[in-house]
T-cell receptor, first 115, second 113 residues
Framework: QQPVQSPQAVILREGEDAVINCSSSKALYSVHWYRQKHGEAPIFLMILLKGGEQKGHDKISASFNEKKQQSSLYLTASQLSYSGTYFCGTAGLNAGGTSYGKLTFGQGTILTVHP | NAGVMQNPRHLVRRRGQEARLRCSPMKGHSHVYWYRQLPEEGLKFMVYLQKENIIDESGMPKERFSAEFPKEGPSILRIQQVVRGDSAAYFC???????????FGQGTRLTVV
């Protein structure tokens, strides 16, 4: 099953913050976040592993709540370059406690940052 | 360290022809994943390969589509007798181990006329 992302779209002014959520109904091994600009390849942002963790670099961070199978991506003090579509990709947890490998992606959240 | 390389970037085929899409993973990466993306939609998993083995092909259409990742050379996604509905962007991603971060190539945009 495809993870559900919310919101579907966000419009910001430079300097504002945003949160994008990703929710799955399946047990997860990991959550991967990507940003994709129109006509380009998805760019890897970060990976969060089961066990629940938080990560961040610069003004982009994320958390993974393993019990709820939910992840959130936090964008602070947004810049024009943050515009694009954000996808979460989830890797399922197999019976052996490891990853199935393949990623199932959400439908995407379109982020637009205006000057 | 070069990233994931895909070629061609753009491919035009007439209905009924064959399309061959190539993907060279990042150096040191032995896991390759193929995804398809329709315009304005998300990425749909097709197939997961590790050198010479197909690990998971649950997302591949049963007919006309095949994939391989030989011991030497790039991974190949092959589409036989293409139809208009095959028009899409096909992305390849690679990772060093299962469950680790996966990096995407620039994609091949297939147009069937």
């Amino acid at each position: 099953q495809q993870p559900v992302q919310s919101p579907q779209a966000v419009i910001l002014r430079e300097g504002e913050d945003a949160v994008i959520n990703c929710s799955s109904s399946k047990a997860l091994y990991s959550v991967h976040w990507y940003r994709q600009k129109h006509g380009e390849a998805p760019i890897f942002l970060m990976i969060l592993l089961k066990g629940g963790e938080q990560k961040g670099h610069d003004k982009i961070s994320a958390s993974f709540n393993e019990k709820k199978q939910q992840s959130s991506l936090y964008l602070t003090a947004s810049q024009l370059s943050y515009s694009g579509t954000y996808f979460c990709g989830t890797a399922g947890l197999n019976a052996g406690g490891t990853s199935y490998g393949k990623l199932t992606f959400g439908q995407g959240t379109i982020l637009t940052v205006h000057p | 360290n070069a990233g994931v390389m895909q070629n061609p970037r753009h491919l035009v085929r007439r209905r009924g022809q064959e399309a061959r899409l190539r993907c060279s993973p990042m150096k040191g990466h032995s896991h390759v994943y193929w995804y398809r993306q329709l315009p304005e939609e998300g990425l749909k998993f097709m197939v997961y390969l590790q050198k010479e083995n197909i690990i998971d092909e649950s997302g591949m259409p049963k007919e006309r589509f095949s994939a391989e990742f030989p011991k030497e050379g790039p991974s190949i996604l092959r589409i036989q007798q293409v139809v208009r509905g095959d028009s899409a962007a096909y992305f390849c991603a690679s990772s060093p181990m299962v469950g680790t971060e996966a990096f995407f190539g620039q994609g091949t945009r297939l147009t069937v006329v």
